[in-house]
């Protein structure tokens, strides 16, 4: 069984940049959740991803996107970076349909200069 | 408003001790419950979780949590700490009907010292 996999590690731009993550899911999984967490917080949802359709979204603006492919895979996007962007970005695979744990990825920690 | 309070940021015991991690919730109804552990520079990795049922839950690593529904609380607790234990500790609730969407605590750093 192959967990959550996210690509690249590590990230470095600049200002007004666009970035894209990409994570895997876990085998069998059909939902992927992306989340951010700055420096000494706690994870904060960015949104869900459920038959490639945006599942519900937390309190971030349109300039962060996502997709979600037919092999569950996703993508984050973020246009127009933002200072405030750095983190660590962390994607969560689990399975639609009831109470379900998710499975997390090492993450990419993005820093924005 | 919907919250996940977790009161201490930051915990350090002696190898050997008990550890007890608050966390407090506020939400409508009953959410689903986790506790998560992050090392650092590491991913999330779940410790235990309670969907419903008996009240004191097991996790791995020798942990267990307590769900008291009259004080909205799921405390995480140990009852001998290793060295290796020492890490980042998340609460986490997933409001029922809202899919698996996770809302986390800000968490507690765990220090264990010799």
């Known amino acids: 069984e192959t967990g959550v996999t996210q690509s690249p590690t590590h990230l470095i731009k600049t200002r007004g940049q666009q970035v894209t993550l990409r994570c895997s899911s876990q085998?069998?999984?059909?939902?992927v959740s992306w989340y951010q967490q700055a420096l000494g917080q706690g994870p904060q949802f960015i949104f869900q991803?459920?038959?490639?359709?945006?599942?519900g979204r937390g309190n971030f603006p349109p300039r962060f996107s996502g997709l979600q492919f037919p092999n569950y895979s996703s993508e984050l996007n973020v246009n127009a970076l933002e200072l405030d962007d750095s983190a660590l970005y962390l994607c969560?695979?689990?399975?639609?349909?009831?109470?379900?744990?998710?499975?997390f990825g090492p993450g990419t920690r993005l820093t924005v200069l | 408003a919907q919250s996940v309070t977790q009161p201490d940021i930051h915990i350090t015991v002696s190898e050997g001790a008990s550890l007890e991690l608050r966390c407090n919730y506020s939400?409508?109804?009953?959410?689903?419950l986790f506790w998560y552990v992050q090392s650092p520079g590491q991913g999330l990795q779940l410790l235990l979780k309670?969907?419903?049922?008996?009240?004191l839950v097991q996790g791995i690593k020798g942990f267990e949590a307590e769900f008291k529904r009259s004080q909205s609380s799921f405390n995480l607790r140990k009852p001998s700490v290793h060295w290796s234990d020492a890490a980042e500790y998340f609460c986490?609730?997933?409001?029922?009907?809202?899919?698996?969407?996770?809302?986390f605590g800000t968490g507690t750093s765990l220090t264990v010292i010799p």
């Open positions: 969560a695979s689990s399975l639609a349909g009831g109470p379900s744990e998710q499975f």
């Open positions: 085998s069998g999984h059909n939902t």
């Open positions: 991803y459920y038959r490639e359709e945006e599942n």
């Open positions: 939400y409508g109804a009953t959410p689903y």
């Open positions: 309670y969907f419903s049922g008996d009240t």
């Open positions: 986490a609730v997933g409001p029922r009907g809202t899919g698996n969407q996770f809302y």
